[in-house]
């Protein structure tokens, strides 16, 4: 048995539970002034008072210098994987192109689906893995993947092998998620039913078949598909036994938010335009916003409301959506920042909204998400003496030592 000590923790700030966290339970931290933590086989064994441990005990000691020590960051929404970049973009954006504008005009998500489809698995394991390096040392230590930049059977299998393969060689816990309705491919322009019909008949059978994904999220948004299509996707899905996400609201509100409530989907994503009915049914259906304040920042829209959201009983998560469009930042450090001034939640449930309630909504809250006995030791040593510090601070890598199952990074 392998023993490690964590010792020397200013403070130990962490959510408690396995469980997603709403309302006026979203701010609920425990902290932990002087202590240690101690860690056998990659598990969290026990927090005890700072000094109480002997150190001749263990086969590890880490002396966190008095810092802060959180959960590891859970990123619970990405869009990793993908050929190329997409940074001519930027330029047309500046000269006023909107998000669907370029989508429509053949660009977008299908120019990153033309390079996804020319890839070889190789190059994009090799280029995902280097970003899952990446959001390593920024603090993250489980995160979601979803697969929708291949839009052909060949394609989506090939970007969800690669998502396995990471899952399997990769210090990162990755959570995989089928996205096969991201955008009508070029194939099957203004036949949208086709497509959805394709995807309940062959793809999503067959990715369940090879069983590479956990859950199925689909694009309901203007220009792309309808809350009919997306409640025909959601309920093949839902048979053949993957659990729900849907992109909801981001730009228009077409019902998306309503469907997730009342298919009870475990998270619903984006929520920027989201309305009261929206909110009443995520609140009813028990679904998790996932909501994605670096995505609001970068093209240049509103904000979701997600204090609205915590006050209304939903349980707010907060992730990346690293993408080559609409977000090319994998830094999640900079949407807790976001997460306070522009969401307006506190550091403590910005905490929640980075660990447990992202964890839950990717199925595995009762193993990451909090620092507690029995689950996994995926811990964070800040260059912080609190968490105020890391939502205040903004730019920079605040992450000092990050810690995997028990390992130091
Ligand atoms: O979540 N909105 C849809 N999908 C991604 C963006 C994908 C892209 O632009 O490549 C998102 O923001
Ligand atoms: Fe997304």
């Keep these: 048995m392998k023993k490690t000590l964590i010792t020397n923790i200013g403070c130990l700030q962490t959510p408690v539970g396995s469980y997603s966290h709403k309302g006026s339970k979203q701010g609920l931290n425990e902290k932990y002034i002087n202590s240690e933590v101690i860690i056998e086989d990659g598990l969290i064994k026990e927090i005890t008072e700072n000094g109480k441990s002997n150190k001749a005990d263990f086969d590890q000691v880490i002396d966190a210098g008095g ?49 996804t489809r020319d890839a070889s698995e190789e190059e994009l394991y090799n280029k995902s893995s280097a970003f899952l390096d990446e959001m390593l040392g920024f603090g993250i230590t489980t995160c979601e993947v979803k697969s929708g930049y291949g839009l052909t059977m060949d394609s989506e299998l090939k ?54 994904a956990e859950f199925c999220d689909i694009f309901c948004e203007e220009a792309v598909f309808d809350a009919e299509q997306s409640r025909k996707y959601m309920t093949a899905a839902r048979n053949e036994g993957f659990d729900l996400k849907i992109h909801a609201d981001e730009i228009e509100a077409i019902g998306g938010t309503e469907l997730a409530g009342e298919m009870e989907a475990t998270s619903a994503e984006h929520l920027i335009a989201i309305k009261e009915d929206g909110m009443d049914a995520l609140a009813k259906g028990g679904t998790t916003a996932m909501c994605l304040p670096a995505t609001s920042f970068y093209l240049g829209a509103s904000y979701a409301p997600a204090r609205k959201m915590v006050e209304k009983g939903i349980p707010v998560a907060i992730a990346s959506d690293y993408n080559p469009g609409s977000c090319p930042s994998l830094n999640l450090q900079l949407a807790i920042n976001l997460g306070c001034l522009k969401y307006r939640l506190t550091p403590e449930e910005v905490l929640t909204a980075v660990t447990i309630n992202p964890a839950c909504a990717i199925n595995r809250g009762d193993l990451v998400g909090t620092v507690e006995p029995g689950k996994q030791a995926d811990l964070v040593i800040w260059n912080a003496p609190d968490f105020e510090m890391v939502c205040y601070r903004f730019g920079s890598n605040l992450a000092d030592k990050v810690i995997k199952k028990g390992e130091l990074i």
């Design 67 to 115: 810092k802060l020590v959180t959960p590891g960051l859970v990123d619970g929404h990405t869009h990793l994987v993908f050929g190329g970049y997409r940074q001519h973009e930027l330029a047309m954006k500046i000269a006023g192109a909107g998000y669907l504008d370029i989508l429509r005009a053949g660009g977008g998500i299908l120019d990153t689906v033309r390079k």
């Design 159 to 212: 970007m969800l092998r690669v998502i396995k393969a990471m899952k399997e060689n990769h210090k990162m816990d990755v959570v995989p998620t089928f996205m096969g309705a991201h955008a009508i491919p070029p194939e099957y322009e203004g036949r949208g039913d086709e497509y959805i019909d394709f995807l309940c008949e062959e793809m999503i059978p067959e990715i369940r078949k090879q069983g590479l």
